[in-house]
T-cell receptor, first 115, second 109 residues
Framework: DVKVTQSSRYLVKRTGEKVFLECVQD?????MFWYRQDPGLGLRLIYF???????EKGDIPEGYSVSREKKERFSLILESASTNQTSMYLC??????????????FGPGTRLTVT | KNEVEQSPQNLTAQEGEFITINCSYS?????LHWLQQHPGGGIVSLFM???GKKKHGRLIATINIQEKHSSLHITASHPRDSAVYIC???????????FGTGTRLQVFP
């Protein structure tokens, strides 16, 4: 079974703090994704990584950065947390097959509250 | 206009009812995904399909590529089916997904 784990289920941080969200997958997947999920807006892609040290901006990268130093680990960093970053954050991973779509496997999510 | 539209946004049913959730998309796709998210929980993939129909237990997913439309059916619904169902598409030449906003289903005993 593919397993994607996230470092925290719930997190409360203060405005201006630097926040690290960690994601680890155990299936040697090439692709890893960070999403945020907000009511009425669905899932929105923040950043995508297709290989170690490779990253691509998603739809809403402002205020976020990412790090992928090892294949199994993908970190999302909020450089200076703000209240509008209060959200559910979901990590996902998938394999890459040329020209063949592949399902994504999701972590349990981290509900971040910034006060 | 969103590239992936789901309807209805909210759905309430009595246990045993047949349920249909619809998804329409406006982009070329290589596959369509149906995902399930229970309250407070992560997301699991139910189906990935690029043509025809797939069945798993009481769940059936269909897709009509020409009409750019998919449906998720739940037969003999049960309270444990209560969840948010999300439609997503894989567009060509990308590993990224485009998501609908989800359908919240509540099934009452």
């Amino acid at each position: 079974d593919v397993k994607v784990t996230q470092s925290s289920r719930y997190l409360v941080k203060r405005t201006g703090e630097k926040v690290f969200l960690e994601c680890v997958q155990d299936m040697d997947h090439e692709n890893m994704f960070w999403y945020r999920q907000d009511p009425g807006l669905g899932l929105r892609l923040i950043y995508f990584s297709y290989d170690v040290k490779m990253k691509e901006k998603g739809d809403i990268p402002e205020g976020y950065s990412v790090s992928r130093e090892k294949k199994e680990r993908f970190s999302l960093i909020l450089e200076s947390a703000s209240t509008n970053q209060t959200s559910m954050y979901l990590c996902a991973s998938s394999r890459v097959f040329p020209d063949i779509p592949y399902e994504q496997y999701f972590g349990p999510g981290t509900r971040l509250t910034v006060t | 206009k969103n590239e992936v539209e789901q309807s209805p946004q909210n759905l309430t049913a009595q246990e045993g009812e047949f349920i249909t959730i619809n998804c329409s998309y406006s982009v070329g796709i290589s596959a369509l995904h149906w995902l399930q998210q229970h309250p407070g929980g992560g997301i699991v993939s139910l189906f990935m399909l690029s043509s025809g129909k797939k069945k798993h237990g009481r769940l059936i997913a269909t897709i009509n590529i020409q009409e750019k439309h998919s449906s998720l059916h739940i037969t003999a619904s049960h309270p444990r089916d209560s969840a948010v169902y999300i439609c997503a598409v894989s567009s060509y030449n990308t590993d990224k997904l485009i998501f609908g906003t989800g359908t919240r289903l509540q099934v009452f005993p």
